[in-house]
T-cell receptor
Framework: AQKITQTQPGMFVQEKEAVTLDCTYD???????LFWYKQPSSGEMIFLIY??????QNATEGRYSLNFQKARKSTNLVISASQLGDSAMYFC????????????FGTGTRLTIIP | EPEVTQTPSHQVTQMGQEVILRCVPI?????FYWYRQILGQKVEFLVS????????KSEIFDDQFSVERPDGSNFTLKIRSTKLEDSAMYFC????????????????FGPGTRLTVL
């Protein structure tokens, strides 16, 4: 079974608009971390933002924020005021805190910002 | 800001040859990882390494793969006899702590080595 599901293979958004990238996850652990990484065309993986399973507030980091809905097991990434440089692949990932150290990634969403 | 570095950025090799991919993790990090990403696919975990030994490995990490920390700064991934299907981007990552030690800790990735097996 997929542990991380990203249902949007590609999205096109007008510059300066906000965009939401969806991510749902599956775990029976109580303690886990959720991460978003950006992969531009150059290929590197850039850490964007983190949400812990016990965090009561949604994480924010500059123009990035998470809409974390624990009961629905979703952690959607919101990018406000999108810029051309936001065009990239975006990966959602989960780390189950006990017994596993690895990150499990989703299949990614390719975001294209239209000028 | 400290970062993970990887060399080479691109490696081309013939099938059956051995390759060594090199990584320098962030200096105060204790946990090291290798991931790979076949072109157009998701990132997959290969192996984690702590205190000079493998702490977890995936089913991809078979006997053809090995990891080593030969000195205080480098972390290497060796593929003994490369196959065509080993062609991928290989990412090294490091973290200061594990999830159960510090749930906020993050794995930071290097820029990757693109391995092409001909």
């Amino acid at each position: 079974a997929q542990k991380i599901t990203q249902t949007q293979p590609g999205m096109f958004v007008q510059e300066k608009e906000a965009v939401t990238l969806d991510c749902t996850y599956d775990t029976s652990d109580q303690s886990y971390g959720l991460f978003w990484y950006k992969q531009p065309s150059s290929g590197e993986m850039i850490f964007l933002i983190y949400q812990g399973s016990y965090d009561e507030q949604n994480a924010t980091e500059g123009r990035y924020s998470l809409n974390f809905q624990k009961a629905r097991k979703s952690t959607n990434l919101v990018i406000s005021a999108s810029q051309l440089g936001d065009s990239a692949m975006y990966f959602c990932a989960m780390r189950e805190d006990f017994g596993n150290e690895k990150l499990t990634f989703g299949t990614g969403t390719r975001l294209t910002i239209i000028p | 800001e400290p970062e993970v570095t990887q060399t080479p950025s691109h490696q081309v090799t013939q099938m059956g040859q051995e390759v060594i991919l090199r990584c320098v993790p962030i200096s105060n990090h204790l946990y090291f990882y290798w991931y790979r990403q076949i072109l157009g696919q998701k990132v997959e975990f290969l192996v984690s390494f702590y205190n000079n030994e493998i702490s977890e490995k995936s089913e991809i990490f078979d006997d053809q793969f090995s990891v080593e920390r030969p000195d205080g700064s480098n972390f290497t991934l060796k593929i003994r006899s490369t196959k065509l299907e080993d062609s991928a981007m290989y990412f090294c990552a490091s973290s200061r702590a594990l999830g159960w030690e510090d749930s906020t800790d993050t794995q930071y990735f290097g820029p990757g080595t693109r391995l092409t097996v001909l």
